[in-house]
């Protein structure tokens, strides 16, 4: 079996990274072109387009920044469904919104093709390290069968239902992301006000009812304020989170703190910080303080 | 060195069982008789009042329910400080504002007496088990001496900083409780509209950014519905959160995921659900949602 890999920006170049050296039958595409031509360097084979990957590989597996480019890489017209053979799959790593993930999976099924949506969490240092966690909806056989690869890139790959299931599950994990390092930033602010110590905080916070894993992983940058330049740029949540704005709109749900969460998010962007961290947040917080 | 303590509450019944099961000497004092009668068939001595207990032993806790309670013990008339002598140390376990463990150390000092806030987290499985996490502020040398007992009933204990401290990072422990538990009452009916199931998220975010302390634990009582009576009832949480909200007035601190969750924990209180879990913030979620 053969697999192909479209995208190789900051977290799908650790993906085929651990495919490549895995032992996968490789093919990648990407629009950089020396990106390319280091992978051939190292044993893959190179794609000379979307279309000619998507017809020389068994599973086709994109990781891609935006709705649209997904959109436009799997649904258009010179796109990889378009040029796909029925028996073939196709996995979107990318996060997009659940009614991208439902409509590639109804344009596959119209040409027999095998659609997962499978969205990645773990950030560079998961994908780098093979311990992504993969969420994924589609049908129970083509995910067993895409395992092979999946596998080779996660240490958490769990078919969450049917088509969309994949999708949903990373917004979830993302509402809670983008709340939880709001609330750290506000429990932090607290405790500057307070003269409480960052550090001493988090390292109670261990073995307290408080503790989320972006409490844990805001403090330190907190602690030395280096939020900008980062391997959790604002801009991704923020896309994100506006994606979660949407959803919350369509099926009419009241979201109040994960809207709340996104305006301030979204006020970084305004205020050009698009590759400051996300805990950055912080930094917002003491602009709406009066101090 | 003798101890007493006074408040044997949910939390201070499992906090005395540990003295007692580890050879403290200890006089115990509580409103109601029966429970002091209790321990004094276990082989506590029981004393007739706050001012009997303050005057027979070395170091005096306390474990109260509100502020109120806090300061009428330990600085009214016939209260703790006022029948203490120079060089016994209180303890105030109890989670009260900043100001009123400022004016108990001052108080204190006043006498000779040094005082502690140091309170606790961890719920009554964790005074039980003699687990808590204790978040002390203070005097150093009156925390080591302290320690002897603080270390019987907590495997966290930690002097965090001097008098008030020990209290800001008690709030700054329940900001966090409130808020992530409405970001994880916001991710699961994010889940229920889009049909993924509880259990299945709450074990996919088990290695994902998304998880929290409160996250794990609001998933079983989400997936049962089980929101009524509860170990974690949200009066008192909505306790906590209304002296966060008078910090963030007074301090001038823009707080606005905790004063947004506060209310959405405040509106349970209004509909008479003071004992349901705080988890059960999901049902004020769906009532403001359009299904």
Redesign the interface.
Known sequence: MTVGFIGLGNMGQGMVDNLLEKGADLTVFTRTQSKIEAMIDRGAKGATSVADLARSVDVVLVCLPDIRTSRDLLLGEDGVIANAKPGQIVVDHSTVD?ATSRACAEAAELKGVHFLDAPI???PGGAAGGTL?I?VGGNEDAFETAYEYLGKMG??V?L??PS??GT??K???????G??T???A??F???N?????IT??A???T?????????A?SAPITATRDFANSAAPVRNLDKDMGI?KD??RD????????L??YE?FHHMIEQGNTEHDIAGVLEI?EE????
């Open positions: 659940i969490s773990g950030g966690a969420m240490a958490n769990k969450m239902g969309g299931a949903a599950m917004l979830i994990n993302q509402l809670l992301v709340i939880n709001v609330a750290a506000e429990a602010a607290l405790a006000s307070a003269g409480i110590d001493a905080a390292d109670l916070l073995v307290s009812w408080g503790n989320s894993v972006m409490a992983r979660i959803l919350a099926e009419g749900l009241s979201l109040e703190l994960a709340k969460s301030m917080i709406r303080s009066k101090n």
